[in-house]
């Protein structure tokens, strides 16, 4: 597959260092956006290994295309179905039912569960606007600190971002690594759920009366409305992962708007919950079903994401809003109006693909995949530690992943993984994009500003959450590969 060249493993590996240096650059200290630093790093990695000039656009194009090919189609799916749970306030639904069912004084677990089931369709961003004034509701109604509430609930979010479809890291180091988005779900769950209980509501639980100096803001306002924004704050490609709600300049008001007609608890749960469960029902039908069966085909067609989404999407399109009166002209507006803020996380992740496109052809990814091979370093804690160490540099948890994947599937390739082994790759990058978020990354900011933090009060709280979160993701992962 790779190129003739004249460069030895260990050259196509400095290379391969030299190109993320590069990238680095680029969008620390020149501020580039992802997509143009991606697009200079490819070419100048492409010739440098001595792929012919003329053949790189094909190149390019090949990756940006091929990975967007699936790609694309599931993210835009999964917006659209957030859109519809947000405009339902399907968020409202579930954190009341949650509250009924664990009472107030398990506020903090009913607001982290709420979140957690919210968590899966939306859209991190989109979610931020849309749980925020429940939880400032929830705090003034259960009396527990804010901090003890708010953390339970936005790193719900950030850890379903981060290892569940539909969302757009996980869904592309999954396409980049062949793997199964079902087996990602799977592991996602098994890893991401202790890793929310310890590192999310269990250490904000403790935190938040260590932090009662915070308190509601009494304007209820978010980021944008005056002041600097998360998107000023953050660096280019941490704007991919949020941000994008103060790019709407939607606020808690409109978020907590009343809507009459609610929607029960119950389509709220199977909305959420349908694609999940299709996806995995197609990945074990081939175990659970007899190959080649008319239940099996059955499964298999119901269950590719794109097909489960499109299914879910419409059946959100006819419970929460023609059943509830909408025209399909609102309906189409309601569609249109989660496509602009896609736009850029789909470009990067188009841009990650033309980058791994390159690795392959020019053999720089065989190379690396030789080389630390041989050096013994397990691809787990490679593809943590480079993830993590992406994160740090460039701030956004999408681009750091979409920037390990294509290093690490060569590695995972040679160690011939099967699929469970992959996803737990794929699981192991983005505990690595989720640890150590500071000062270059949009969430941070938006914790920041919606909680009227400190930099120091926000290093306590948001820092040290995600980075337990990561790292406890990152050990179940591994202890779980140890018996692969």
């Given at each position: ?6 460069l030895p493993d ?5 290379l391969?260092l030299?190109g993320?240096?590069?990238l680095?650059?680029l ?9 143009l630093?991606?697009?200079?790093v490819s070419v ?6 001595g792929l012919?000039?003329?053949?790189i656009?094909?190149v390019l ?5 091929d ?8 993210i835009?799916l ?5 859109r519809m ?12 039912a949650?509250?009924r069912?664990?009472?107030e004084?398990r ?6 569960v709420?979140?957690l ?6 859209f991190?961003?989109a979610a ?8 400032f509701a929830?705090?003034r ?7 003890a ?10 850890m ?10 996980p869904?592309?180091?999954?396409g980049?690594l062949?793997v199964?988005l079902?087996w990602?779900?799977?592991?996602g769950?098994?890893c991401g759920l202790?890793a ?13 009366p260590?932090?009662s100096?915070?308190?509601?803001p009494?304007?209820l ?18 704007s991919?992962?949020g941000?994008v709600a103060?790019?709407d300049r939607r ?11 609610p929607?029960?608890l119950?389509?709220?749960l199977a909305?959420?919950l349908?694609?999940?469960?299709l ?9 659970l079903?007899?190959e080649?069966?008319t ?12 097909i489960?989404?499109?299914i879910?999407?419409?059946?959100a399109?006819?419970?929460?809003g ?5 025209s399909?002209?609102h309906?189409e507006?309601?569609?249109n109006a989660?496509l602009g803020?896609?736009a850029?996380v789909t470009?990067?992740i188009?841009?990650?693909g033309m980058f791994a496109a390159?690795?392959?052809?020019t053999g720089v990814?065989?190379?690396l995949?030789h080389l630390l091979?041989n050096?013994?370093v ?10 993590t160490?992406?994160r740090?540099?460039l ?6 992943i979409?920037?390990?994947a ?6 995972a390739?040679q160690?011939h ?10 699981i ?10 500071h000062v270059n990354?949009?969430g ?6 919606y ?12 820092t040290v959450m995600?980075?337990l979160?990561?790292?406890t993701?990152?050990l179940i992962?591994?202890v779980?590969s140890?018996?692969l």
């Amino acid at each position: 597959m790779h190129i003739t060249t004249h460069l030895p493993d260990w050259g196509l590996a400095l290379l391969a260092l030299a190109g993320i240096a590069a990238l680095l650059l680029l969008v620390i200290k020149i501020r580039l956006h992802a997509v143009l630093a991606l697009l200079i790093v490819s070419v100048g990695v492409a010739i440098a290994a001595g792929l012919p000039v003329k053949d790189i656009p094909d190149v390019l194009a090949g990756g940006f295309g091929d990975t967007l090919g699936s790609v694309a189609i599931i993210i835009t799916l999964g917006a659209m179905l957030g859109r519809m749970l947000e405009m339902a306030n399907g968020a409202e639904v579930l954190s009341r039912a949650m509250i009924r069912r664990f009472g107030e004084d398990r506020a903090p677990l009913a607001m982290g569960v709420t979140a957690l089931i919210f968590g899966i369709p939306m859209f991190v961003d989109a979610a931020w606007i849309v749980l925020l004034p429940l939880m400032f509701a929830v705090t003034r109604t259960s009396r527990k600190p804010l901090i003890a509430i708010a953390l339970p609930a936005v790193g719900a979010l950030a850890m379903t971002n981060a290892v569940l479809p539909p969302h757009p890291g996980p869904v592309t180091a999954a396409g980049l690594l062949h793997v199964s988005l079902g087996w990602v779900t799977v592991f996602g769950i098994i890893c991401g759920l202790p890793a929310w209980l310890l590192g999310s509501y269990a250490y904000g639980v403790w935190i938040g009366p260590r932090m009662s100096e915070v308190t509601v803001p009494e304007d209820l306002s978010v980021a944008g409305e005056g002041g600097t924004t998360p998107d000023e704050k953050g660096d280019g490609p941490g704007s991919a992962d949020g941000g994008v709600a103060v790019a709407d300049r939607r606020t808690t008001a409109v978020a907590s708007r009343a809507v009459e007609n609610p929607p029960s608890l119950a389509s709220v749960l199977a909305i959420v919950l349908l694609p999940m469960v299709l996806i995995m029902l197609n990945t074990f039908s081939t175990v659970l079903l007899k190959e080649g069966s008319t239940a099996q085909n059955i499964l298999e067609f119901v269950g590719d994401p794109i097909i489960a989404l499109a299914i879910t999407v419409l059946g959100a399109f006819y419970i929460f809003g023609v059943r509830r009166g909408l025209s399909g002209k609102h309906l189409e507006q309601a569609a249109n109006a989660c496509l602009g803020p896609i736009a850029s996380v789909t470009l990067v992740i188009g841009a990650g693909g033309m980058f791994a496109a390159v690795l392959k052809k020019t053999g720089v990814g065989s190379a690396l995949a030789h080389l630390l091979g041989n050096a013994g370093v397990p691809t787990l804690v490679l593809a943590f530690v480079l993830a993590t160490a992406l994160r740090v540099a460039l701030g956004s948890k999408t681009v750091a992943i979409v920037t390990t994947a294509p290093i690490v599937a060569p590695l995972a390739a040679q160690s011939h993984f099967g699929q469970a082994q992959l996803a737990l790759v794929v699981i192991a990058i983005a505990a690595g994009g989720t640890v150590l978020s500071h000062v270059n990354d949009a969430g941070f900011w938006l914790m920041n500003r919606y909680f009227r933090l400190t930099i120091p009060q926000t290093l306590k709280s948001w820092t040290v959450m995600e980075t337990l979160m990561g790292v406890t993701a990152f050990l179940i992962a591994l202890v779980i590969s140890l018996f692969l």
